[in-house]
């Protein structure tokens, strides 16, 4: 039996028969036996859990990281006044420090699915400012520097009512079914920990703590962006950034990733 088709009737059992705690459950038991060595909180640090030596290098880079021009940046405009003189920690509670844990989140009023980066942009909007470009270079400084305010903060994504169960699905089928040549599970899950590009897999649980992140220390890629690079390279049509669907497939993605501890930004090759 083909690996998608497999995925695929996998997904449909346990949509039938499992809730989001079970799902994680069910992968996180997974991935210990297939990677025995690997302790659970490592796993925010993906392949480089896989590689010592690649760790090593990862540890010395982090020391001295190549986008803190960046991060330093993103710091100066997450604290520039608006026009009426507030800064954007004003629509957080505790200044933003420790509250991108808890996102994204499903908003029974809006009906939808609300990222950091939709919290960004209505906090601007409530403060009389143009929203940001959802993929551009401020919008990343900006949800780059913020979210380092609550490095250590454990995921907490809920999961909780209809609205939010159906979104937080949506997105896992997003996650499971083929997309032009594999699906995103074909590689995080059904092939974790094996080598492809003399690069090993990384496992999902995890993936989503550490976003944005930098490429070769100055490339700027937020989660989406790298789900747009993924779909590219399975020969599939990327979705858009800020649409429904991406934004439930990171609802999926972050709520696998409970009870991980954040580490925003990061170098990443």
């Keep these: 039996m083909k690996k998608a088709l497999l995925a695929a009737i996998l997904f449909s059992v346990s949509a039938a028969h499992a809730g989001p705690v079970e799902d994680r459950a069910s992968l996180l038991d997974q991935y210990r036996q297939a990677l025995p060595k690997i302790r659970f909180e490592d796993y925010v640090l993906g392949t480089f859990s896989m590689d010592a030596a ?15 021009v960046d991060l330093d940046e993103g710091k100066k405009l997450w604290e520039k006044p608006f026009g009426n003189g507030k800064t954007y920690s004003s629509c957080f509670d505790n200044g933003g420090k420790g509250i991108a844990a808890n996102y994204p989140y499903y908003d029974e009023k809006l009906h939808r699915v609300v990222t950091f980066e939709n919290a960004i942009d209505a906090c601007r909007e409530a403060n009389g400012e143009k929203a940001l470009s959802y993929g551009g270079r401020e919008m990343g400084l900006v949800t780059s520097y913020a979210k380092s305010l609550s490095d250590g903060a454990k995921v907490d994504v809920k999961v909780e009512g209809k609205g939010a169960l159906s979104a937080y699905l949506d997105g896992k089928r997003y996650y499971y079914e083929k997309h032009g040549k594999y699906a995103c599970s074909s590689c995080h899950v059904d092939n974790v920990g094996k080598t492809i590009n003399d690069e090993k897999i990384s496992m999902l649980i995890g993936q989503a703590s550490h976003y944005p992140e930098f490429i070769d220390g100055t490339e700027l890629t937020t989660l989406q962006g790298r789900i747009r690079q993924c779909a590219r390279n399975m020969g599939a049509k990327p979705p858009e950034l800020n649409s429904r669907e991406s934004n439930d497939l990171e609802y999926f993605m972050t709520y696998m990733s409970n009870g991980l501890p954040m580490q925003t930004p990061v170098f990443r090759k």
Excluded at 56 to 68: A, H, L, R, T, W
Aim: glycine share 0%; aromatic share 20%; charged share 20%.
């Design 54 to 68: 690649a760790k090593s290098q990862y540890d010395d880079i982090m020391s001295f990281p190549p986008f803190s």
